[in-house]
Each structure stands twice: as structure tokens, then as C-alpha cells.
């Protein structure tokens, strides 16, 4: 299955060269974990708070389990705010 | 006790300028700032006065931790009768300005009356004058402080001014401070226009003392800066990204307004965002933003400066923009970009420029940009009445154009300045305001972050993120991540929030450090300096007070509860894509437990109950 990763803020220098501003996209095995997706681009799970699926937010336990489909999207932020 | 204990007031009308001991009784259950000072003006103000009149006064106040060493501690507030909404006004501003006040030895100043000729207030320590304003009226804040400064030959001068769309009776003017820091909301800025007053210009060499247990006060004090050292957002994500790094979270959620908030994502949201401004541009190879800043004792240091590309048309032979400058903030990046669908970064930040330089409140500005690009493209503002602009959205040349008219109160800047409510009654279609209490929205639709159509709905300055900033825990996962879409405990968050940051915005510290500190870091803090017992429970006990004073301030001003609400559009048109696809705002279901846990009856009334528990 392809999934498009989209990493943010002080994230985005785990993208690989040539990426599309904040986006790229890969091939996973179906059955994949945003964990497994996480560690395919060598971002620390540590500091991947932020996690959404086509912009609903994985709680811990949901970013190891195989949930991911075919054209998901999957964005992810450090630890931030605003106001 | 971090209290100066002492009052200025000026009455405009005679001319004269008193000091006055502060009233410590009241102190003890208010604290300081928003809280003490809507007390003041809630005994001193009846509520249904003229805003613009002679009878509302215009309050400067800080808070006890205002000056001193702790992190943060520079924050000062805003408070009078709102001309936009009719209700209190309490608008919070950083940079330096509070803590200058402070160290000329003044817990608050009030200003009562009118004068009857543009004056402004020079304040250097015990000193103070009303001096005519004759030379200053009719410029820029820009102007009016590099004025004050040649005049007062002192660079460390601190002035808080009005720009011209204040003199022009825009409803939405600011106050502002220190060139590029705003008391931004609900047209402070307009009342201290009307009192004939153009600038406070203060010079502090006192210093802070009087803190009641000095050692403790810094222990408290060096333990709450580690924790926002230590934090992942104070300490890396504010400074970094600013408020900006929440645009594209936003977007992500399906929760960013946009186009007069017909829609709830942007396809050009990281064109205008945190990451964007951090991008080289093409022309010059220059990023927009400059550097991080912070303001007076900081640690955090949010704030952004900027530059505008200067081939970019808006500052086309304008070298005067050609600096740096106060850059965007999230909330002026949506309102002027999403919200009129502008997604020009360069063309954003100069109408952000514009709006610091004559005191516009970017949010209120923007929304009600937005509203007349939905009336023009519904045809029922023409050519004819804008004085021949196309009031399309996406048109960055119209932005620009409206903000320089506005800042002016020129051309259809005027109508501009009505705000959005009155904007949209003006041209027969009340419905296309999005506005709670005729004040704008910020930038979280509440169709896709459900608490925060609570906050709007029962804020007491009319729509507003920081009465209720349940975005924190709904979005952002602080203190505790909670599900956007659900309504399920909203009341008792948005109450919680609302309690606590009232509190906060009493103390004289920046609401940003809640994003790493809970109370039991902030009491400490306040303890130690204050005399009386600052627990945190007396912390949250006060804040339900004020929260409590300003609603009555407010029924006494004639609001009703079934003001307590949304636009149409957010309570029955759904969401169109995103997580919120198919969802309105459920305000009915949160609403009825919110009024149960304030100790307010099933129609929003203050039980007599509740004014006994907080001596109301
Ligand atoms: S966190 Fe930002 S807004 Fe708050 S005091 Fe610091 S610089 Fe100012």
C-alpha cells in the first residue's frame, strides 16, 4: 500500500532529500503501524506527539496497531502550540 | 506584597491627575490586572453607559508579578466598556509597558472623563502630567512613539498609543505598546480615542520590591523557568515556530476557518505558516522571519519580527516597510490569510505591519474583511459602494488595500471599521456575521473542535480563544488530550479553562506558560510574592469570581443568555470535509451542564446562591 508521511515543525529535517515541503510518500507492507512508518524515516517515536490520521489524532496504543490503509495520510508534529 | 499600592487617576475633563491608595480588600479576591480592574470599573462604571461617552473609563492595569523577576512578568491589561460589544473589555498586552508602570510605582491608572483637547499622559516615576497631544494627533503609533521620544529625549522611554483608525472610530482599534504589542481585542483603543487621549507615555526607575517572601519568591521563581526551559513547547516549539507552527495543525484538523468560515480547511495554509515564514524567499534569499523576541523578563520569547520581500507590490516604493517589523501570530495569520482566503505571505505580514502601525486589531479586521468579500461575492455590496475595489476573495491587492483605508478610516475603510456584525446588518444580511456578541472570531472553527463553541458561545468579551483556551487539550493534547469532536466533559474543560486562565490573566504572567505550567506552578509564584495565602485553590476561587463579575457586569449591560450562542452557519451548516465532515457546533448539549456547573440557573442567571459564595 502507498501512505503519505507528513512531518512538521522541527520534524520536517527527518523528510529525505527532494521531498515536497513537508510530504512524502511511501510503500508499506499492508497491515503497517504509524510506528512502523515513523521508524521507516528514523523519527524518534519520542517525539512524534502529535500524530494524525487523515487529521484524526492515534492515541498511544493506536500508533502500533496495523491500521494503516492504502492512501492514508499521516501527518505528525514535536510538541507544540500557539494561541 | 508586589503591589505597588497605589492608584493614578486622571480625570480628563478637569485636567488633574491624583494618586489614590489601592484598595487591598479588594485585592485579596481579585488579585490584580483583569480581575482588580473590572472591579473597579463594575463599581465605579454603570454598565449601561455610553462606551464611547465621557461615563466609561479606560483602565491601564497591571498585575502583581507585573516587573518582578518572574518569567513572563510584563504582561499588563486593558479593561473598560467594549464599543464593539457593549461589554466588559479586557484586553492583555505584553512587551514593556506594564513593567515600566510598575517601576514608576503604579499598580493601575485610570482615566475618567474626557478631554477637551488631545492629550497625552507623561508619567516618570511619582510625576505625572496631562500634556497636549496637538502635535500627535492624527499620526500613526509609529509616529506618535518616535514623537514622544525626540520630545522626551529618552530612549528608554515606554509609550502605549492609538493609531488614526481609533480617531476614525474604527470599532475594533487597539491600544498598543512598544511599537508591535497589542491590547488588541474590542476596541480598547477606540474608548481611549473617545476620552481624547492619544498616548501614555511612562518612564519607571523604581524598581519592584515590596515581595513578601524574597527568597522564596525566587526559588519559586528560578523553579518555574526551568519547567518552561525544560518543556518541549516553551522551550523549543514558541520560540522556534511562534504561535504560528498551529496553522497547519489546524488545517490538519478540519478546523481552520476559512473564506468568512464557509470552509474548514485552506489549500494555501502552509503557504502562510510557521514553516513558511522560516522559508528562503526566491527574490532575495532572505526568510521572512528575522528572529524570535521576547517580551519584558520572558523566557519563552514567542514573538516574531519580520521583513516584507521588497519587490513584493505592497511595499513597492514604501522603504519606510523595508525593515523589520512585529511579524504574524497565528491569529493575524488566519484572519488575513484563511479567512479571506489570501494566501500571499508577504502581502499578510504587511497588513500586519499596517495593523501595528495604526492599532488595528488584526483578528476583527480580517474577519470582517472576510464577511464583505462573502457580501460583495452575494452581490450585496457592489463596486459602487467600495468606491470600485472587487472585494473577491483570494485578492491580496484587495487586502491590502482595505487595511490602508482602514488604518485611515478613509474610503470604505470606513464601513471596513463597523466591524463584521454591523457590516453585515448595514448591507441587509446579519446572518453572514460571524461574530458572537458583535466580536470576531479567532481561528478555530468550532464545528471541528467542539469545546471551543462553548468558549465562544459563554466568553464575556464576546468570541474570543483566550477567555477558554480548550484547544490545548482538545488538539494539542495540554494537560491531557481530549477528543475534538466529542461534547462529552466540554463543560466542565471550558469552565475549568476559563477559571484558571481568568486567574492567570490577573497575575501580571502570560497565559502561554499554561502550556507548561498548571497552577501549581503559578501559585508558588504568586505566594511568595503577595501577601494573603495564594493557594491553588485561592488561585482558581478568585478566577471564578472574576469570571462571575464580568458575566454580571454584563447582564447589567443589558446582555441576555440567549446571546450565549453561535452563527447559524456553525450550529446547522455541517463541515463539508475533514475529521468534522457532516458536523455542526452541538452547543444545546454542552451548554445546559455548562450553566449546572456555574451555579447559574437553566437561563444563564447568576443564582443568588453563587453571588453569596463570591460576595458578589
Ligand atoms: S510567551 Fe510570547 S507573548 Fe507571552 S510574554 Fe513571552 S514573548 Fe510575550
Not at chain 1, 492515534?58 to 499521516?74: K, M, N, Q, S, Y
Not at chain 2, 470599532?171 to 477606540?190: F, K
Not at chain 2, 504587511?350 to 476583527?364: A, K, L, R, W
Request: charged letters at 25%; one cysteine or more; a negative charge.
Amino acid at each position: 500500500m502507498r501512505v503519505r508521511l507528513e512531518l512538521y515543525a522541527s520534524l520536517m529535517g527527518y523528510l529525505p532529500a527532494g521531498a515536497n515541503r513537508h510530504a512524502t510518500e511511501c510503500e508499506l507492507p499492508d497491515g503497517s503501524t504509524a510506528h512502523e512508518l515513523l521508524d521507516r524515516f528514523g523519527v524518534p517515536r519520542d517525539k512524534a506527539h502529535l500524530v494524525l490520521r487523515n487529521g484524526v489524532f492515534l492515541h498511544a496504543p493506536e500508533r502500533d496497531a496495523p491500521l494503516l490503509v492504502d492512501g492514508d495520510v499521516i501527518a505528525v508534529w514535536p510538541p507544540v502550540a500557539g494561541g | 506584597m508586589a503591589w505597588t499600592r497605589k492608584i493614578l487617576r486622571i480625570d480628563l475633563t478637569s485636567g488633574t491627575c491624583t494618586a489614590e491608595a489601592l484598595n487591598m480588600a479588594w485585592a485579596a479576591d481579585y488579585l490584580g490586572q483583569r480581575g482588580l480592574a473590572t472591579k473597579y470599573l463594575s463599581e465605579e462604571v454603570d454598565p449601561t453607559c455610553d462606551a464611547l461617552g465621557p461615563d466609561n473609563k479606560l483602565i491601564m492595569t497591571t498585575g502583581p508579578l507585573t516587573g518582578t523577576m518572574a518569567s513572563t512578568g510584563g504582561r499588563y491589561s486593558v479593561v473598560t466598556k467594549s464599543p464593539l460589544t457593549g461589554l466588559v473589555a479586557c484586553s492583555n498586552s505584553g512587551g514593556f509597558i506594564g513593567a515600566e508602570m510598575k517601576n514608576a510605582g503604579w499598580d493601575m491608572i485610570i482615566f475618567e472623563g474626557k478631554s477637551p483637547e488631545p492629550v497625552y499622559l507623561y508619567v516618570e516615576n511619582d510625576t505625572a502630567e496631562l500634556r497636549s497631544a496637538a502635535g500627535l494627533w492624527g499620526k500613526s503609533v509609529w509616529e506618535t512613539d518616535e514623537l514622544l521620544h525626540k520630545t522626551h529625549q529618552d530612549p528608554l522611554l515606554r509609550v502605549a498609543c492609538i493609531g488614526r483608525s481609533a480617531e476614525q472610530g474604527c470599532l475594533y482599534a487597539a491600544v498598543v505598546n512598544d511599537l508591535h504589542r497589542a491590547a488588541g481585542r474590542s476596541g480598547v483603543g477606540t474608548v481611549m480615542a473617545s476620552k481624547n487621549l492619544k498616548a501614555v507615555a511612562i518612564r519607571g526607575t523604581k524598581g519592584v520590591g515590596n515581595v513578601k517572601d524574597p527568597k522564596g519568591f525566587m526559588d519559586a521563581v528560578r523553579a518555574g523557568k526551568q519547567v518552561l526551559a525544560d518543556n518541549a513547547v516553551t522551550g523549543q516549539g514558541l520560540p522556534t515556530y511562534g504561535t504560528q507552527v498551529l496553522m497547519n495543525v489546524i488545517n490538519g484538523i478540519g478546523a481552520m476557518p476559512t473564506r468568512n468560515m464557509r470552509e474548514v480547511q485552506f489549500d494555501g495554509a502552509h503557504k502562510i505558516s510557521g514553516e513558511a515564514m522560516h522559508e528562503p524567499r526566491k527574490s532575495d534569499g532572505k526568510p521572512n522571519l528575522t528572529t524570535n523576541a521576547g517580551c519584558f523578563g520572558c523566557t519563552i520569547a514567542c514573538g516574531r519580527i519580520s521583513t516584507v520581500d521588497r519587490g513584493h507590490f505592497s511595499v513597492e516604493n514604501k522603504p519606510e516597510y523595508w525593515g523589520n517589523s512585529g511579524g504574524l501570530e497565528y491569529e493575524a495569520a488566519w484572519a488575513l490569510g484563511s479567512d479571506t482566503g489570501v494566501d500571499d505571505l508577504d502581502a499578510i505580514t504587511y497588513v500586519n505591519f499596517v495593523c501595528n502601525e495604526d492599532g488595528i486589531d488584526p483578528i476583527s479586521f480580517g474577519a470582517t474583511v472576510a464577511a464583505a468579500m462573502e457580501l460583495f461575492e452575494e452581490g450585496a455590496i457592489t463596486t459602487a459602494d467600495t468606491g470600485g475595489i472587487d472585494l473577491s476573495f483570494n485578492r491580496a491587492d484587495t487586502l491590502v488595500k482595505l487595511a490602508e483605508l482602514t488604518a485611515k478610516g478613509e474610503g470604505f475603510g470606513k464601513d471596513i471599521g463597523l466591524g463584521s456584525k454591523r457590516l453585515c446588518e448595514k448591507y441587509g444580511r446579519p446572518e453572514l456575521s460571524m461574530t458572537v456578541k458583535s466580536q470576531e472570531f479567532p481561528a478555530y472553527d468550532p464545528r471541528g473542535i467542539q469545546g471551543m463553541g462553548l468558549a465562544y458561545a459563554t466568553s464575556n468579551r464576546g468570541a474570543c480563544h483566550l477567555r477558554g483556551y480548550t484547544v490545548a487539550s482538545e488538539v494539542l493534547g495540554i494537560p491531557v488530550k481530549t477528543d475534538p469532536l466529542a461534547t462529552e466533559g466540554k463543560a466542565e474543560l471550558v469552565k475549568a479553562f476559563q477559571d484558571a486562565t481568568a486567574a492567570v490573566d490577573s497575575s501580571g504572567l502570560c497565559v502561554f506558560t499554561t502550556f507548561a505550567w498548571s497552577m501549581e506552578n503559578i501559585a508558588p509564584q504568586v505566594d511568595a510574592a503577595c501577601e494573603g495565602d495564594w493557594s491553588v485553590d485561592k488561585m482558581l476561587e478568585v478566577g471564578e469570581r472574576i469570571w462571575n463579575l464580568e458575566r454580571d457586569f454584563n447582564m447589567r449591560a443589558g446582555m441576555t443568555a440567549d446571546q450565549d450562542t453561535l452563527p447559524k452557519r456553525l450550529l446547522k451548516d455541517a463541515a463539508n470535509v475533514g475529521p468534522a465532515k457532516g458536523r455542526v457546533n452541538d452547543l444545546d448539549k454542552m451548554l445546559p451542564e455548562y450553566y449546572a456547573l456555574r451555579g447559574w440557573t437553566a437561563d444563564g442567571q447568576i443564582t443568588p446562591e453563587t453571588r453569596a459564595r463570591f460576595g458578589l
